[in-house]
Every structure is written in C-alpha cells, then in structure tokens.
C-alpha cells in the first residue's frame, strides 16, 4: 500500500462511518465521506419510524451535528459520478475532481425491480434511502389523525421480507389498507421456517394485512394520469390501488461503477482483506461480494451488522494493521409489528440433512423458540427466537464453544433477556423438550457467574 | 371508538374550562356575623383592622375576588401599619394578607357556584374524569394490538409543540403560580372540592387539598393511560401501579386522615432533601411538642432520618435510585402518569447534560447548607434558655433568609412551576434530571456504588434512536447501546421505557454485580479481538 494522507469513502451509511470513525480512533489521515444522499449519517432502518410519527429525522441520526466537526470527519454532500483507479481521481458531480490515497466504496444498495410493466409510474416506489421515505410522504400524502379525509385507501406490497413488512406497518399508521403478494408459501420464506412463517402470518393478519402468498406481481397499471391504479397479480386478480411498494429484496448500488476496470458481479468483488481488484480501493457493508464467503456465510449479507463489522475491520487494515474479515456467528433481528425476532447461529428455512429441530410455542401463538442442532453430535447449531428477547454474548459464548442442545436447554435461563417481572417461560420450553427427548433435564438457576464470565466463576 | 376517543376529548376540555372559569364565578359579601365568628376564632387583638373592615368591607357586595382580596389587604396592612407605628406588637396581624383574603373569601363566597358546588364539581372535576377516561380506554381498540404504539406523536399538536401543548404549558404554569403565590385568587377552584372535603371533615378544603386531590386524580387517569399503553410490558405495569399507590396512600390519604385521629399529616415516603422542610422548627417542634401526637411524632422524626440516611443509599445500591423516582416518588410519579406523552422532549444535546449536572448538584449543595443552618436554628430553639433568644444567624447568614429563599426558589418556582409546567414543552423530568436534590444524592450512589445498570445486548443495537428520543431524562442511550457499553449513568430514574421502545431486543434494566458493570465490550461481536477503548 502507498502511503496514505486522504481516505475517502463513499457513502455515509453505517459501513462507511463506522470505517471514519475507526480509521480516526487509529490515525490522524485526513477522512471525507461523500454522500449524495443526506448531509449527516442516519440510521436506515429507523426510517420507518420517522414515517410513523414516533422520532423526527433529527433523531435518527446518532451523532450530533458537532461531532463530526469534533472528530475531523470532513462531510461532503455530492455525487461520485465515476472513479479514475490509476489517477486515484474521483469525479464528483458539483465538485469536479477529487483525489485519493485510499477509497473506500460503502454505497449500499438500491431496491431491486425486476422488470414488471408499470414499475415506474407515479405512486410506485421501493423504501430505501431518504428520498424513497419523501418520495412515500408525497405517495401518501393522506390522513395524520384518524378523522382526516381519506386520500389513499390501499396499498400493495410486494415481496415478502423485512422491508415489506415495515412498509406495511408504516402505512397502516396512516389507515391505508394493505394487500401484501408473497411469491412463496409463507412469509419470508427463503428465510424462515414454516412455524415462524405461519407465526408471522398470523400476527400480520390480525392487524388486517391481507396476505396473499404463492402470489406475484404481474404488471402495474397506470390511470390516465400515469399514476398506478391497479396492480394484476399471477393469479390474474386485479387489485386496485394507490400506491405499490416493491420490497423484493435489495442489491449492490453499484451501476455507476460497473463496465471499469472495477471487478463486478452483483456486488464489487473483495478479498478477504476487503481489497478490491484496484490498489488501495476497498469495498464494505451492503455493496461488498466477497470473492470466496466466510465459513458459513453469504457471499454478499446486507445488514446492519455485517456493515459495522466491515467498517472496524476496514479501518484497522487501511491503518496498517492487516485484518481479515471474520465476522464469526451468524446473528440478526427485526420486529415484525409488535413482535421481536432474533437469531443467534445458523437456523435455515428448511431443516437440513442431519439437522433435528425443537420448536416450542407459547399459547398465546406470538412467541416461540425454534433451536437447530446436529442429530448426530447434538451439537447446537442455532436458534430463532419470537416475542421473547435473548443474550447475544450468551448465545455468541454457546456457539464458539460447540456446546451441546442439551446444554443450552439447561442453561436457558442464563441467555433470558427479557426486561424485568416478564413470566418466565423456560419451564415451559424445557417440560416440552423433556417430553419430545425423553431426556430429564431440570432447568439451571440464573448465574451471573456463568453469563459474565467472571474470573470468580 | 373514534367518536369516544374525540368526546373524551370534548369532555376534558369542557371540564378545564368550566373549572377555570369558577375563579371568576364567585361574589363576595362578608357579613358581620361572620367576620365577628371568624374574629373571635382568629383571636385578632387588632380592633383597627377589625372597625376597617365593618367600616369598608363588611355587608357591602364585591363581584370579584380581585376587588374582594385587594379590599381585604388594604384593611389588613392599614391597620397592621398603624400598630406599628405605636409599636402595639401584639396587635399586629402576623397571617399574609393573601391567607386572610383566602380565609375570608371562603366564608362569604355568594354566586352560582357557592350555591350549587355539586353542580360545578360535576361539570368541571367529574367530567374532566368521565372524559380522560374515555379519552384513555378508547385507545384500547384503537391503537390496535399491545404493542409499542408511539404513532403520531410527533404528528400531533399535543405531543409536538403545537398550539395545544403551548396552551396546556401556559394552563399548567398559571395553575402553579396562583397555588403557590395567589391563593386568594383561586377560591373558587378550591370551593369546587368543598363537596369531597365535606365527606369527612368540616371547614371547608384548602388550596392543598385541591391540588393533592386534583394530583391523584390526574394520576389515576393518566396512570391507566399507562398501563393501557403498556399493557403487553409487566415491568411498566407493576411500576404504574406502584407509583400510583404511593401517591395516593401515603401522600395523599395518609395526610389527610391521619390528622382526623390528631396525628401528624405526613407524607412517611417523602426523604431529605426532596423534603427539604424536614429540619424546620416548625415542623419538628409541631413533631415533638404537640402532645396528641405522643409516640408517633418521634417515630416520623427518627424515620425521616432514617429513610433518608440508611434506607434510601441502601436500596440505591441494591435497585438502583429507580426504586424511589420511578417507583414510590410522587414527582416522578406524575412525570410517569401525566408527563409520559411528553418524555420524548427532554434534550439530549451534550450541552443540555452540562447544565444537568452543574444545575442538580448545586441543588444538592444549596439544600444540604440550608438544611444545616435550618437544623441549628432548630436546635437552637429547642435548647435556648427561658428568657432567650434562639440563635438564627450562622456564620452572618440567616437561617430564616435561605430558608425562604431556597422554598420560594427551589420549592416553588423549579419542582412546581418549572417541574411540571414545562412538561409540554421540555419534557416530563425537567426537575427530577436538573433540581431535585435527592436525584443528585442518589445519582451518585447509582453511578459509583450500586448493583443497577441498563445491559445492552451485544451488538444487536441498529442506532434507531428510539431509546434516546423516549429517555425522559434526556440520556443519550443509543450512544452507549451502539457501542455495546451497559449505560450507567447517575440520572437514570430506571423507567424502562428505553428498554419497552427498543425494536431490537437490546436494552435490559437489571441489578447485578458490580464487577463488570462499567464495562467496555468488543463493539461488535465477531470481530471478536477488537475493543474500543476511545472517547470517539
């Protein structure tokens, strides 16, 4: 690597400010992060409540505006429009030229259309950046209180996942009615069981979302206004509707850099190191393919998590200290409507070959827990968790250690996060396993020694 | 439901008003029988203030109680001023003229609402409740499933600095300054609750009356608002429940019917130095000396001190100081009832918290040099020799002086009119994060000494904000959350609301050990060998 004086990075989302952040706390080189999309770093995934009513855009974004300043992060709203390797020249919209020693692309991603007709018209749109969340604004520009005039009165979502559902909850707050087309038979289904699947469908519907699965969108129809007012489903049904939310999955924001000397599949291709096939151009959070995946691990995985963790890790290899991206276990969480999911490991849409299940559901059918593990070894392999909140490092230490589904089992309680006097439900779940193993295990105590580590354990 | 919701609303508004406008609904005409009676009750040896009064104000009509009370001042300091001047000190009249104008206006009130105090009670208190009521289970059915449903808050007027919270800010603050400094000018709202007073006990109510009743009423119904809100969160239900109890046994019908068996009416869960009249010779000589008391006027006093000296440090350290602010408080009480649809207006710039912590700790300072100075004077009472004067002035400062100042500056104007009126505003915990003493007391046994801390969970935090936004006492948590450090922090009052408004599952209030609980995790989990260990 050259010497470095200037790090630029392109994109101001969580991959590319955890990198600022992290090249600042080791180095004293100059940072710039461009973005052509807001002044100051927000959190994407609480867009959804600025919408809603419950925080203002201001809150979303976790920095002060002084902090920036504070920290010798330079900000600079403007376009990248191409990227010179061999000068190390960007091309910046407003700014002209603009040069390097070290680039960091964390563009993030853009929602994906698939070419149905009418996916451009007014009142069509996907939820995504700042201006997907303005652009909805003046899409639904309907009733605040319940006893305004009604403007728009249905919307259709389509594709199953975790966007859609939040696009869902956002407009019910707005009483839209919603219809929501599902390609699969179950919602979410290239990611969750069937039980969960059906868990979430149940607690959908009972917030009147009509749900309609194994249904996809055909064609988009326009008023003579050129606005969309129907869409016709595969199964030839027309619904109409005001607005269509197309939430089928996210890919690499890349079209700006595509046809250049930049290696590119879906994603920009990066090495263990996070190295592009260009010097001292790096790629992170939801643009980064990698050429050859961690163990267990998608070669591209657009969450927050993976974002923050490639920025750390950025940092530390473009400040002189060669990190590889090992991003260790598999965790994630959502909320759909008013229920927490989290997982913790490895738990696929289907059970694999050697894999057993144990699935426990709350009566209520709005909590559950579904833990994967090796039939053969009975090695704990991962858990989903509904409407009942887990310990990361718990889970995290279970994991790295190969312990036993046995031993998770007995030692739920130390994992229960759960805030304060909420019922305890592990009786429950371990009665159940007892029963379906025949095994006689009796839940352990809570022990602060065992969750801390502490040296006195 | 909607139209419930909306009549509710109609209703509550309709109550404030018909209860505001009973200020300006009561004439006046004492008559001399009953100046006479109240004379001879009173014991005044001032017969000048007495011949001015029949001479200017006795048997004549006044449609006002601002003409009534400015008449009855002139008489009181007339007079007081001629006594005076001949140096007749045991004529003067030592009672304000805002408490003789009070006393007097209660005895010869005239009008619509003298004579029908049922009718206007229904339509002002009793309708406000029907209506907050309706108002609050509406949202049963409306707000959809359980769940945390902070929809429109920042859409509406009421929750978003609209016209409406500037209306309910004035309301509140013009409330708070007549209780405090013009109590002769609200006889009419205190002659509203006569009714209730009557049920069991002569002499009509007092201004404190109406606002301990008017503080559990709205209690009760904003508490249920809570609950209903929370339903699906057992910690916010049985802390709801908690604090809405201890509000009305213990500081209000604990005080109220203690007196009625000639005991002391006090408030037993208020510590120093939020009671910061505690040492007052008044108040420990009225403990000690009046003998119906007998045994219990001794009790209050040890328990005072040890509430505020062994119990309140020892569960700080066990519970953290949430077992007291958000539990048992009566001001964090009302925060956490009343002031919950406005928590999201505390400010969480850094500059705000600078001001928090050099604003609360002089608080602290202030109380405990007024407190030692009020305890030797009251000492000083209680040992002085027959024939001697107690000792008032310490080191050239007047007990009496920061005594009054600290109750007027502190007492009245920043837990009352700041504390509560600038809910709208600036948030439900204005005094509890930068007045009140007994926070900053416990806010250090909490931030160095004490098993309680917010856990965050991992690395599971997405920087939302929710936390920070509905931290009412302006705590940035989502800064210590997405660095994946436990928040302990001195003036956290452990609502838990960060932890119930978190999508993720990644905040929990616990007590645990203290080893580990100021802790520094790797940021994110996975990359497991990177800490942090910057102020970045």
Known sequence: ?457 | MNIVRSFGGILVAIGMLVFTASMFLVSFNLSEAKFNSFADIKGFQSDSFSNLMKERVVGNDYSTVFSFSSAVSECLEEANGVHKQAEEWDKVIWDSSKEMAFSLEKISAKGPLADNKDLFLFFSLILGIIGGLMHVIAGIQLDGPAGIKNHHVYHQKSTNRGWIAYVVFAWLIAFYVFLYFYPNLIVGWVMLVDPIHGLYAAGGASQWFLYGLLYCVVMLVMGLRMIIKYRHNKYQIVRTISVVFFQVVFAFLLVEILPLFNLPGVDLKNAWPLDYDFLYDWNVKNLLQTESYGKFGVFVLVWGIVLALVLVPIFVYIFGKRWYCSWVCGCGGLAETLGDPYRQHSSKSLFSWKIERWLIHSVLIFAIIMTTLVGLHTYSELNVAPGEDPQSVFLGISAFDVRQMYGFLIGSIFSGIVGTGFYPIFGNRMWCRFGCPLAAYMGFIQRFKSRFRITTNGSQCISCGNCSTYCEQGIDVRWYAQRGQNIVRSSCVGCGVCSAVCPRGVLKLENGPEEGRIQNNPIVIGNGEITFNSDL
């Open chain 1, 1 to 457: 690597m050259n010497e470095i004086r200037h790090v630029v990075i392109i994109g101001n989302g969580i991959s590319g400010v955890t990198a600022a952040r992290h090249i600042r706390k080791r180095s004293d080189y100059r940072i710039t992060i461009i973005s052509a999309e807001t002044d100051y770093f927000f959190s994407r995934t609480a867009l959804m409540y600025v919408y809603m009513g419950h925080m203002k855009f201001e809150h979303i974004q976790p920095y002060e505006n002084c902090f920036w300043k504070k920290n010798r992060i330079d900000l600079l709203r403007d376009r990248v429009e191409s990227v010179d390797y061999s000068s190390k020249t960007l091309k910046l919209k407003d700014k002209g030229d603009f040069s390097y020693d070290a680039l960091i692309l964390a563009v993030g991603s853009t929602p994906n259309k698939f070419g149905w007709p009418g996916q451009d018209l007014k009142g069509v749109q996907g939820l995504y950046s700042f201006q997907d969340l303005e652009k909805l604004e003046e899409n639904t520009h309907a009733p605040l209180t319940p006893l305004d005039k009604r403007m728009v009165k249905r919307a259709v979502i389509v594709g199953g996942g975790l966007i859609g559902v939040e696009l869902a909850e956002m407009l019910l707050t707005r009483n839209i009615e919603i219809t929501f087309l599902v390609r699969e038979d179950r919602f979410w289904g290239n990611v969750l069981p069937k039980q969960e699947g059906d868990l979430i469908a149940r607690h959908m519907r009972k917030h009147h979302v009509d749900l309609r699965f194994s249904t996809e969108l055909k064609e988009i129809v326009a008023d003579e206004n050129g606005r969309c007012k129907s869409v016709i489903t595969s199964t030839g049904e027309e619904i109409e509707c005001e607005v269509v939310g197309l939430t089928a999955g996210v890919s690499p924001n890349i079209s700006f850099l595509k046809d250049s000397v930049l290696e590119t599949q879906r994603g920009v291709m990066v090495d263990k190191l996070l190295r592009t096939n260009q010097e001292d151009v790096f790629a992170i959070g939801d643009c980064a393919q990698f050429h050859e995946a961690p163990f267990g691990r998608r070669p591209i995985e657009q969450v927050w998590y993976t974002g923050k963790m490639m920025g750390e890790v950025v940092a530390k290899t473009i400040t002189g200290e060669e990190t590889e991206y090992a991003p260790g276990h598999w965790f994630n969480s959502a909320k759909f409507f008013d229920i927490e999911y989290q997982t913790y490991g490895t738990v696929l849409a289907n059970l694999q070959s050697g894999e057993r299940e144990f699935y426990w559901e709350h009566k209520s059918g709005e909590i559950c827990v579904h833990v994967i593990y090796e039939e053969s070894t009975r090695k704990f392999l991962g858990i989903n968790t509904f409407g009942i909140r887990m310990r990361h490092e718990v889970f995290d230490q279970w994991l790295r250690e190969g312990r036993s589904i046995e031993h998770v089992i007995k030692h739920l309680k130390d994992a229960n996060f759960d805030p304060e006097l909420y019922s305890s439900k592990e009786g429950q779940i371990v009665a159940q396993f007892n029963a379906e193993n025949g095994t006689q295990i009796i839940p352990k105590k809570r022990s602060w020694k065992r969750i801390l580590n502490l040296a006195s354990a």
